[in-house]
C-alpha cells in the first residue's frame, strides 16, 4: 500500500545533539495537526547516544563526514531529499513550545503571498541560561539594529523557520559557511518575496557560555555578517561599548543575584570587540 506524501519536511543538522536533541524528535512526534510530515536528518559525525535514540523513530537519516559540513551546502543537501510543499529548518537544540508550533508555522501558508515562515524562540525558566539571551538584549549591537530597520523587523533565523519548497528551488543557500538564512533573507527581499513572523510557533531555545566559547560566538557572528554583506566598524564597536542602556541592565542583574559569571559581567564590552574582530579579520568559521 502506498503512502501518501508527507505535506512538510522537517530538516535537521545534527552532530552531538544530547539530551536537547532527543527531546527534541519526541516533541517533534506529539505534535497536533493533522497532515503527513517527515523528518529528515543530516548528521555530521555524531559520537554521542542521540542517534542511536533517534533511529527508533521513523526518521530519514542521512550522514556526512564532519569535514564536509557548511551551513549553506549541507542544508541544501537537507532540503533536496525534502519531499513536503512546505520545508521546515529547526536548530538540533530548539524544543518545541507547544502540541501546536507545526500547525502555527506552516497556517500563514494559506496565504500565497508569504514565501517564508519565521518562528520565535522562547526562553524557559531555569537558571543555566545566560543572562543576557534571559533578559533579551544579547542582540544589542548596531548591526543587528540596522538589519531589523531594512528587514521590517525580522532577521531570518533557521533556528525555527519554514520555507515554500519551491522557493527555496529557485534561490538555494549555496556553498556559504554560515549565515545562509541572512544571505536567503536578502535574495527574499530583493526578489519582492514576503517573509511572516508567525508569533505562535515558539521554540525554547537557549545557551550558557564561558568566555571561550562566548568569543568563539562573537567572531562567528561577525563573520557571518560580513558574508551577509553588513560591515560592523570601529565606529559600531565604540558606539556599541559606549551606550548606557545594557549598563542599568547590568547592574540590576548584580543587584538582583541574576548575573552569575564575570563573563556577564564583560559582555557588554566583549561582544562589540570580537564582533569587530570576526568581521575584519576572521577567515573561517569557528566549530
Given at each position: 500500500?502506498?503512502?501518501?506524501?508527507?505535506?512538510?519536511?522537517?530538516?535537521?543538522?545534527?552532530?552531538?545533539?544530547?539530551?536537547?536533541f532527543?527531546?527534541?524528535?519526541?516533541?517533534?512526534?506529539?505534535?497536533?495537526?493533522?497532515?503527513?510530515?517527515?523528518?529528515?536528518?543530516?548528521?555530521?559525525?555524531?559520537?554521542?547516544?542521540?542517534?542511536?535514540e533517534?533511529?527508533?523513530?521513523?526518521?530519514?537519516?542521512?550522514?556526512?563526514?564532519?569535514?564536509?559540513?557548511?551551513?549553506?551546502?549541507?542544508?541544501?543537501?537537507?532540503?533536496?531529499?525534502?519531499?513536503?510543499?512546505?520545508?521546515?529548518?529547526?536548530?538540533?537544540?530548539?524544543?518545541?513550545?507547544?502540541?501546536?508550533?507545526?500547525?502555527?508555522?506552516?497556517?500563514?501558508?494559506?496565504?500565497?503571498?508569504?514565501?517564508?515562515?519565521?518562528?520565535?524562540?522562547?526562553?524557559?525558566?531555569?537558571?543555566?541560561?545566560?543572562?543576557?539571551?534571559?533578559?533579551?538584549?544579547?542582540y544589542?549591537?548596531?548591526?543587528?539594529?540596522?538589519?531589523?530597520?531594512?528587514y521590517?523587523?525580522?532577521?531570518?533565523?533557521?533556528v525555527?523557520?519554514?520555507?515554500?519548497?519551491?522557493?527555496?528551488?529557485?534561490?538555494?543557500?549555496?556553498?556559504v559557511?554560515?549565515?545562509?538564512?541572512?544571505?536567503?533573507?536578502?535574495?527574499?527581499?530583493?526578489?519582492?518575496?514576503?517573509?511572516?513572523?508567525?508569533?505562535?510557533?515558539?521554540?525554547?531555545?537557549?545557551?550558557?557560555?564561558?568566555?571561550?566559547?562566548?568569543?568563539?560566538?562573537?567572531?562567528?557572528?561577525?563573520?557571518?555578517?560580513?558574508?551577509?554583506?553588513?560591515?560592523?566598524?570601529?565606529?559600531?564597536?565604540?558606539?556599541?561599548?559606549?551606550?548606557?542602556?545594557?549598563?542599568?541592565?547590568?547592574?540590576?542583574?548584580?543587584?538582583?543575584?541574576?548575573?552569575?559569571?564575570?563573563?556577564?559581567?564583560?559582555?557588554?564590552?566583549?561582544?562589540?570587540?570580537?564582533?569587530?574582530?570576526?568581521?575584519?579579520?576572521?577567515?573561517?568559521?569557528?566549530?
Amino acid at each position: 500500500m502506498k503512502h501518501p506524501l508527507p505535506k512538510v519536511s522537517i530538516v535537521i543538522l545534527s552532530k552531538n545533539g544530547g539530551d536537547s536533541f532527543k527531546r527534541l524528535i519526541r516533541e517533534i512526534f506529539n505534535q497536533k495537526i493533522d497532515i503527513n510530515y517527515e523528518i529528515i536528518i543530516i548528521d555530521s559525525g555524531s559520537t554521542d547516544s542521540a542517534l542511536s535514540e533517534i533511529k527508533n523513530y521513523p526518521v530519514r537519516l542521512f550522514q556526512i563526514r564532519p569535514e564536509e559540513f557548511k551551513f549553506g551546502s549541507v542544508r541544501d543537501l537537507g532540503f533536496s531529499k525534502a519531499r513536503g510543499e512546505y520545508i521546515v529548518t529547526l536548530s538540533q537544540d530548539a524544543i518545541p513550545a507547544d502540541e501546536k508550533w507545526l500547525l502555527n508555522l506552516i497556517s500563514p501558508f494559506a496565504d500565497p503571498s508569504i514565501a517564508a515562515v519565521q518562528g520565535v524562540e522562547l526562553k524557559p525558566d531555569t537558571s543555566d541560561i545566560f543572562f543576557w539571551e534571559k533578559v533579551g538584549r544579547f542582540y544589542f549591537s548596531r548591526e543587528h539594529d540596522r538589519w531589523l530597520r531594512e528587514y521590517d523587523g525580522i532577521g531570518l533565523s533557521f533556528v525555527n523557520a519554514a520555507i515554500r519548497r519551491e522557493i527555496w528551488q529557485k534561490y538555494k543557500f549555496g556553498d556559504v559557511p554560515m549565515s545562509e538564512d541572512k544571505i536567503f533573507q536578502k535574495r527574499l527581499k530583493e526578489n519582492g518575496h514576503r517573509i511572516y513572523l508567525a508569533e505562535g510557533a515558539g521554540v525554547y531555545h537557549w545557551h550558557d557560555y564561558n568566555l571561550r566559547t562566548l568569543i568563539k560566538r562573537c567572531e562567528n557572528e561577525g563573520l557571518g555578517w560580513r558574508y551577509a554583506g553588513v560591515n560592523y566598524t570601529l565606529v559600531d564597536v565604540l558606539l556599541d561599548i559606549l551606550g548606557y542602556k545594557k549598563y542599568i541592565t547590568l547592574l540590576k542583574g548584580i543587584l538582583h543575584g541574576r548575573v552569575r559569571s564575570m563573563t556577564e559581567v564583560l559582555f557588554p564590552l566583549i561582544r562589540p570587540v570580537f564582533l569587530y574582530m570576526g568581521n575584519t579579520f576572521s577567515t573561517s568559521y569557528k566549530f
